[in-house]
């Protein structure tokens, strides 16, 4: 009888060291979210051999004035870089500062960002009597460093009317392989695409004279954000209403990034088994390689408020003909990948 439980002792032990054996060699994830706290809107960059995220900090408006970054050198361990840019820089911000979006050029870097949830007398919103939100746009900030601190660039909005109806806000700078910067914004249901000059103060007109051509994708909400890939352009944004389970990302592809664009279809919604309200991505892509990430925003289940938003990353995969896969969410996140 001895001798029996000693050989089922000595069984047991050996199958928990093949067990935490196995455990060990299982690669460590990045885990979603990536960070503790309210985050949304998530500007996914590279700069140098860091991954750098930029969100917005979900709150109330009047409590959404500052933001914060994120970076890593590997995708699963995620520095915080505290207070980037706060109103106290931006003097004609006076509320909701969110979706910022990041680039480098000449040595400094650029954050460009939506404040004050400006209206106008056509709208619901507008109210006579409270001024605070009559003003303001998509503005600029500058550093010399991803990690700021940032400064204004420009002392006021760079783009602060309402043109073709579509509200100044969610704006993406994409930088096209001919050195040209454009600027996909808007919201309210409508997308604009301009031309930034050379110094980022203003813009290039079109053609025809205009600062800003209309480029609306059939169901388009906001959040446009672009990226290239083998020769096609990607365009991507939101539609559904973002305080719901309606949330999700679409996209087009074009030839160019000026369009025509195709519309494909959906590749990243609501998945009541991992998270809803999913939407507002960005994409980051490993430099020399063929990996792609999906950087995006999602409710928790349960979901306890119209701010509870937090900033994950997942795998982005293509088909053989190019197109999108639909964006799987986890709880993992994704495996290390170093700049190299």
């Not at 690669?27 to 140098?48: L, Q, R």
């Not at 096209?176 to 409508?190: N, R, V």
Request: with cysteine; hydrophobic share 35%; net charge negative.
């Amino acid at each position: 009888m001895n001798r029996i439980f000693i050989l089922l002792v000595l069984s047991a032990s050996l199958l928990a060291g093949c067990t935490k054996t196995e455990e060990s060699n299982e690669p460590k994830t990045s885990g979603n979210p990536i960070a503790e706290g309210w985050y949304a809107d998530p500007e996914g960059a590279v700069f140098g051999d860091e991954y750098w995220i930029y969100p917005t900090y979900s709150a109330e408006f009047e409590k959404q004035l500052h933001f914060d970054a994120f970076s890593s050198k590997d995708l699963i361990t995620w520095e915080k870089h505290n207070n980037i840019l706060d109103t106290t820089a931006i003097k004609w911000a006076k509320q909701a500062m969110w979706a910022p979006a990041a680039i480098e050029k000449d040595g400094k870097y650029y954050l460009f960002f939506a404040a004050n949830d400006v209206q106008r007398p056509s709208r619901p919103g507008w109210d006579p009597n409270n001024t605070i939100n009559h003003s303001g746009g998509i503005g600029v900030a500058v550093a010399d460093a991803p990690g700021g601190p940032f400064k204004d660039y420009l002392g006021k909005p760079l783009i602060d009317d309402f043109y073709n109806d579509a509200q100044p806000i969610d704006q993406f700078v994409f930088k096209d392989t001919d050195g040209t910067h454009y600027i996909f914004y808007g919201g309210w249901g409508h997308c604009n695409l301009g031309v930034l000059n050379e110094d980022f103060t203003g813009f290039k007109p079109w053609e025809d004279g205009t600062l800003f051509e209309e480029i609306t994708p059939k169901g388009y909400v906001e959040g446009p954000f672009m990226f290239l890939r083998n020769d096609t352009y990607y365009l991507m944004w939101s539609e559904g209403g973002w305080t719901n389970d309606t949330y999700k990302v679409v996209y087009a592809t074009a030839e160019r990034a000026t369009g025509p664009f195709n519309r494909i279809g959906t590749i990243l919604e609501s998945d009541k088994s991992v998270a809803t309200g999913a939407g507002h991505n960005s994409v980051i892509h490993t430099p020399g390689t063929d990996d792609w990430y999906m950087v995006y925003h999602r409710r928790p289940i349960p979901n306890e408020g119209r701010d509870h938003r937090v900033t994950c990353i997942d795998r982005l995969e293509f088909n053989e003909d190019g197109t999108i896969k639909p964006v799987k969410m986890t709880f993992e996140g994704v495996v290390a990948n170093a700049i190299k």
